[in-house]
């Protein structure tokens, strides 16, 4: 009898772990599937060929500032509504270009973050840049307060909308305290920031 | 004075259509087409990587490269008055190098080293040598631009971008290493058209 619910508890183990062996294959494919599929999932390398260039917008923010951060702040850089009117291609694709003349303090970590429409939409994706839009332009160097000049660019894609063509681009400048001392600062004196727009033909 | 009145929804989609060619018409002279004939153009193709690369070597004075991102095949299309592109090659990258090595890029067009454009003689762009704060900074986000002018004998003769990111062991310590965090490569082709 010992033996006969040993057994059956054996075979019934074995169902269960092969159920759950079972879901989790059809969860890890279903989650490749929607990796595949869902145009907000972050694949590690991604092409766009043969754009056309439709025009560029630039912006000239003026001094930002952060002192004494006591974790992780962030400072608004720039805000550009670029439209993406076209009657033939469904998406338009924005180049976004920034270069500042940074002081970080030492040994801390100095960030861009950029948003497209707020990130409301999956359809438009910003890349690459963590899943929040965060790209670290410095982290560690204990000579970060020295002034230099830095630039990051990200790619990002928007649906074409004839009668709300405007898409809002964001940039943010900000810094954390990645040296434990207990705060962060980071200034940008002087920063420019372009928005390319391309086309699909 | 009269003003009209839409009632029917015959006279409203007439209206709507009517407001959408006024629009197309107006939007095809307010922007800058990127097709028209006798201007210039300019098509875009561009590459990003979301994740970390590494790449090292051991032995004095020792170099590693690696492609920082898979080549991108890029088309000089065919158009009217020559057949010459000038390619922009745009870079940035999150790039991290070990201590007192030399971190650089390196442009390859068709396979042979870029020459001038931007680059030294051999393609090479040094984005930092000799700190000795490298090895601390976890990341340090570079950007480099080269162009250069290319003449083909085809037409839609198509050309392979490749830049790599590499290390040096400068120090002559015995080792370098080189990580390339996220990455953005864009080539613009600039041409005429009768």
């Given at each position: 009898m010992m033996m006969i619910r040993t057994g059956l508890r054996t075979a019934m183990a074995a169902s269960i772990g092969q159920l759950k062996l079972n879901r989790l294959v059809l969860s890890l494919l279903a989650s490749l599937l929607v990796a595949a599929a869902v145009p907000g999932a972050r694949a590690a390398t991604t092409t766009i060929k043969d754009l056309g260039y439709v025009n560029t917008w630039v912006q000239t923010p003026s001094q930002r500032n952060i002192a004494n951060c006591p974790s992780d702040c962030w400072i608004h850089l720039a805000t550009l509504d670029v439209p993406c009117e076209s009657f033939g291609p469904s998406a338009c694709t924005f180049y976004i270009h920034v270069t500042s003349e940074v002081q970080l303090s030492a040994g801390d970590a100095g960030r861009f973050r950029f948003k497209l429409d707020d990130g409301?939409?999956?359809?438009q994706i910003l890349r690459p840049t963590a899943p929040d839009g965060t790209v670290t332009w410095l982290a560690g160097d204990p000579d970060s307060p020295a002034r230099y000049a830095t630039s990051f660019a990200v790619v990002g894609t928007a649906d074409a909308d004839l009668y709300n063509p405007n898409h809002t681009i964001e940039i943010l400048i900000g810094c954390g305290d990645t040296d434990g001392s207990g705060s962060c600062a980071v200034t940008a004196f002087f920063s420019s920031v372009e928005v390319r727009v391309y086309t699909t033909f | 004075m009269t003003v009209p009145t839409f009632t029917s929804s015959a006279a409203r989609v007439k209206l709507r259509v009517l407001t959408v060619a006024l629009i197309a018409t107006m939007w095809s002279f307010a922007v800058p087409r990127a097709d028209a004939a006798g201007t210039h153009h300019h098509r875009s193709s561009m590459r990003t990587r979301n994740t970390t690369s590494k790449k090292s070597c051991t032995g004095t004075n020792c170099s590693a490269l690696a492609p920082i991102v898979p080549a991108l095949k890029v088309v000089c299309p065919f158009h009217a008055t020559d057949t010459s592109c000038t390619y922009v090659v745009h870079l940035s990258s999150q790039a991290q190098v070990s201590a007192l090595d030399a971190g650089f890029f390196r442009f390859i067009v068709d396979t042979v080293p870029l020459t001038g454009g931007g680059a030294d003689p051999n393609g090479y762009v040094t984005w930092i040598n000799n700190d000795p704060d490298s090895g601390t900074v976890t990341w340090d986000a570079r950007s480099y631009e080269v162009s250069f002018t290319i003449t083909d004998t085809a037409e839609n003769a198509s050309h392979t971008i490749e830049v790599d990111y590499g290390c040096t062991d400068t120090d002559a310590n015995g080792s370098c290493s080189t990580m390339s965090g996220f990455t953005t490569l864009v080539v613009d082709v600039i041409y005429d058209d009768i």
């Amino acid at each position: 009898m010992m033996m006969i619910r040993t057994g059956l508890r054996t075979a019934m183990a074995a169902s269960i772990g092969q159920l759950k062996l079972n879901r989790l294959v059809l969860s890890l494919l279903a989650s490749l599937l929607v990796a595949a599929a869902v145009p907000g999932a972050r694949a590690a390398t991604t092409t766009i060929k043969d754009l056309g260039y439709v025009n560029t917008w630039v912006q000239t923010p003026s001094q930002r500032n952060i002192a004494n951060c006591p974790s992780d702040c962030w400072i608004h850089l720039a805000t550009l509504d670029v439209p993406c009117e076209s009657f033939g291609p469904s998406a338009c694709t924005f180049y976004i270009h920034v270069t500042s003349e940074v002081q970080l303090s030492a040994g801390d970590a100095g960030r861009f973050r950029f948003k497209l429409d707020d990130g409301l939409n999956n359809n438009q994706i910003l890349r690459p840049t963590a899943p929040d839009g965060t790209v670290t332009w410095l982290a560690g160097d204990p000579d970060s307060p020295a002034r230099y000049a830095t630039s990051f660019a990200v790619v990002g894609t928007a649906d074409a909308d004839l009668y709300n063509p405007n898409h809002t681009i964001e940039i943010l400048i900000g810094c954390g305290d990645t040296d434990g001392s207990g705060s962060c600062a980071v200034t940008a004196f002087f920063s420019s920031v372009e928005v390319r727009v391309y086309t699909t033909f | 004075m009269t003003v009209p009145t839409f009632t029917s929804s015959a006279a409203r989609v007439k209206l709507r259509v009517l407001t959408v060619a006024l629009i197309a018409t107006m939007w095809s002279f307010a922007v800058p087409r990127a097709d028209a004939a006798g201007t210039h153009h300019h098509r875009s193709s561009m590459r990003t990587r979301n994740t970390t690369s590494k790449k090292s070597c051991t032995g004095t004075n020792c170099s590693a490269l690696a492609p920082i991102v898979p080549a991108l095949k890029v088309v000089c299309p065919f158009h009217a008055t020559d057949t010459s592109c000038t390619y922009v090659v745009h870079l940035s990258s999150q790039a991290q190098v070990s201590a007192l090595d030399a971190g650089f890029f390196r442009f390859i067009v068709d396979t042979v080293p870029l020459t001038g454009g931007g680059a030294d003689p051999n393609g090479y762009v040094t984005w930092i040598n000799n700190d000795p704060d490298s090895g601390t900074v976890t990341w340090d986000a570079r950007s480099y631009e080269v162009s250069f002018t290319i003449t083909d004998t085809a037409e839609n003769a198509s050309h392979t971008i490749e830049v790599d990111y590499g290390c040096t062991d400068t120090d002559a310590n015995g080792s370098c290493s080189t990580m390339s965090g996220f990455t953005t490569l864009v080539v613009d082709v600039i041409y005429d058209d009768i």
